[in-house]
């Protein structure tokens, strides 16, 4: 009889800007998972020949580009001050980033892996957790969030808190999670816990 295979598990690991949902997302591959960055996705999407590159630009106008290239910047800077304006890049954007993400997860299936993890900011408002077995939500304090920022990213205080305004809060994201990592201490803390996780997801499935 062939040996059975075991059923690929899709887990989605969510959090608010920095909190370090990439460095937990990282964590799971360093043992063994298979990560896919809905960031990164939609990154690529926006560059020139990107799947969403021409919808964006005749949607916003010309306006956005820089050097032939959509400026990244910019189009935040539109879209974080305009609710209208930011769902409808979403609208554009997301739909994408959903398909890809199925797309690639399925490769990651029929390849054998035991273990998809689906890095995803807005895992929650774009409802893209009802394709995952388990949440994970990444979380800290909004003064170690802030921190952060101001330490890692070139982006004034009052541009993270409008930001983080345009997601669901960190207490209803964690309200919504399967799973909560604080990761407002140390990078061995953290790590303490997504082994306790993965032990768990390598002794149920």
Same mark, same amino acid.
């Given at each position: 009889?062939?040996?059975?295979?075991?059923?690929?598990?899709?887990?989605?690991?969510?959090?608010?800007?920095?909190?370090?949902?990439?460095?937990?997302?990282?964590?799971?591959?360093?043992?063994?998972?298979?990560?896919?960055?809905?960031?990164?996705?939609?990154?690529?999407?926006?560059?020139?020949?990107?799947?969403?590159?021409?919808?964006?630009?005749?949607?916003?106008?010309?306006?956005?580009?820089?050097?032939?290239?959509?400026?990244?910047?910019?189009?935040?800077?539109?879209? =974080? !001050?305009?609710?209208? +304006?930011?769902?409808?890049?979403?609208? &554009?954007?997301?739909?994408?980033?959903?398909? *890809?993400?199925?797309?690639?997860?399925?490769?990651?299936?029929?390849?054998?892996?035991?273990?998809?993890?689906?890095?995803?900011?807005?895992?929650?408002?774009?409802?893209?957790?009802?394709?995952?077995?388990?949440?994970?939500?990444?979380?800290?304090?909004?003064?170690?969030?802030?921190?952060?920022?101001?330490?890692?990213?070139?982006?004034?205080?009052?541009?993270?808190?409008?930001?983080?305004?345009?997601? =669901? !809060?960190?207490?209803? +994201?964690?309200?919504?999670?399967?799973? &909560?990592?604080?990761?407002?201490?140390?990078? *061995?803390?953290?790590?303490?816990?997504?082994?306790?996780?993965?032990?768990?997801?390598?002794?149920?499935?």
């Amino acid at each position: 009889m062939p040996k059975k295979l075991k059923r690929t598990l899709i887990v989605g690991v969510t959090g608010q800007l920095a909190t370090g949902k990439s460095t937990v997302a990282a964590m799971f591959a360093e043992r063994g998972a298979a990560v896919i960055n809905a960031d990164l996705l939609a990154h690529r999407a926006l560059r020139p020949h990107g799947a969403c590159f021409k919808k964006v630009v005749r949607a916003f106008g010309k306006d956005i580009l820089k050097k032939g290239e959509i400026d990244r910047k910019g189009l935040a800077e539109i879209v =974080f !001050s305009d609710e209208k +304006k930011l769902k409808k890049l979403e609208g &554009i954007i997301h739909p994408f980033v959903i398909k *890809e993400t199925r797309r690639q997860a399925e490769l990651f299936k029929k390849s054998g892996k035991s273990i998809v993890v689906l890095d995803v900011p807005l895992l929650f408002e774009s409802k893209m957790d009802k394709g995952t077995d388990l949440s994970v939500v990444v979380k800290a304090s909004r003064a170690v969030q802030l921190k952060r920022i101001a330490q890692q990213r070139r982006m004034e205080q009052w541009e993270a808190l409008r930001r983080m305004r345009a997601q =669901f !809060s960190m207490a209803e +994201k964690a309200r919504r999670a399967d799973i &909560i990592v604080n990761n407002g201490g140390t990078l *061995e803390r953290t790590e303490k816990q997504v082994t306790k996780i993965w032990e768990m997801l390598q002794r149920r499935y």
